[in-house]
């Protein structure tokens, strides 16, 4: 599988030949095409046409991040498997309102149950989150009674409040309180991993689609309208509280991230460079972990599962399976 590059400093990324290389204060590093699917950008970084030529080329997407660690866009290689077929049968889902309530009521119900199965791990392992588990058990039949969109991110949003309550019973650390979710900008440190982790994780969906015959540009659950991409968004939603929120919870509880790796500024609460790094190596491992897939009858990655996700919206959009989202089963 490909891996995806990260880059913190700030310097030139290039193309030499048919490789590339990132020139930074610390000298040249050559950075090998063939194994290289994405390039994630934090730091003040100097690129070119003839690069970007290459970069299309050779099928690698360029995320950008600004200084808080805050997605900003995507360089998107002309769509090398997109399917005017499948363009269609997306906006025919999303344009019919009893078709794309459907698929979204699948997003939440990933989520939801996904939250569910968090919950019940720390539950077992003796955190006080049983009340908020309970609001939440009795809030899951009300999904299939919404009536649209709107409705349906409401109940989405109140189970997401009682499981956001939980997170200050299962960290019981004074440097990480929850308080109340808070996005641009962060008000405290546990709001900045959770953004910086959710930025990270709608551009790993981002990538993923683009391995797919599916549009990024044409979601369900996060309407379709002036905003870049949103199928990245409803996907994310299933495998945030399993990858993002147990990184979070495992980064704090092992204390492999302090409140020493942020700092404060006008703008906000930024992570510094070594917890970023720290972040993301230990997002990457588990991203590589494997568990037993049922249907499949092997192991697969997290991230593999992402994939699989997408092959299964596209079976429901070309009416060959109803689709039905991951939940996790540990």
Not at 91 to 103: F, M, Q
Request: proline share 3%; with cysteine; glycine share 6%.
């Amino acid at each position: 599988m490909k891996k995806t590059l990260y880059i913190f400093s700030s310097g030139e990324l290039a193309r030499k030949d048919n490789t590339l290389y990132f020139q930074s204060e610390k000298g040249k590093r050559f950075i090998p095409v063939e194994n290289t699917g994405e390039i994630m950008i934090f730091g003040e970084v100097d690129i070119n046409k003839r690069l970007l030529t290459f970069l299309s080329q050779r099928e690698i997407i360029l995320h950008f991040f600004n200084h808080y660690g805050y997605y900003v866009g995507s360089f998107y290689p002309r769509e090398h498997l997109n399917s005017g077929y499948m363009i269609l049968k997306q906006a025919e889902n999303y344009l019919d309102e009893k078709k794309r309530l459907a698929l979204a009521k699948s997003f939440v119900r990933g989520s939801v149950y996904n939250i569910r199965q968090v919950l019940k791990y720390y539950a077992n392992r003796g955190k006080a989150v049983e009340t908020s588990l309970a609001h939440i058990e009795r809030l899951i039949p009300v999904i299939e009674e919404c009536a649209d969109c709107s409705e349906l991110m409401a109940i989405e949003g109140n189970i997401r409040d009682y499981y956001y309550r939980t997170f200050d019973l299962i960290l019981d650390n004074p440097d990480f309180v929850f308080q109340e979710r808070s996005k641009r900008p962060p008000r405290n440190f546990l709001n900045t991993l959770i953004s910086f982790g959710n930025s990270i994780l709608y551009t790993i969906c981002l990538s993923e689609i683009y391995k797919t015959h599916l549009d990024p540009r044409i979601g369900f659950l996060h309407a379709t309208n002036f905003r870049r991409f949103s199928l990245n968004l409803d996907v994310a939603e299933i495998f945030k509280p399993i990858i993002i929120d147990r990184l979070i919870f495992s980064l704090i509880g092992k204390k492999m991230i302090s409140k020493d790796d942020f700092v404060k500024e006008s703008g906000g609460i930024l992570l510094k460079e070594k917890g970023r790094k720290c972040f993301i190596e230990e997002l990457e491992e588990r991203l590589k972990r494997t568990i037993k897939h049922r249907s499949l009858g092997r192991s697969v990655s997290y991230r593999r599962l992402i994939r699989l996700e997408l092959y299964k919206i596209q079976k429901h959009l070309m009416e060959e399976k109803e689709y039905s989202p991951f939940i996790a089963q540990w």
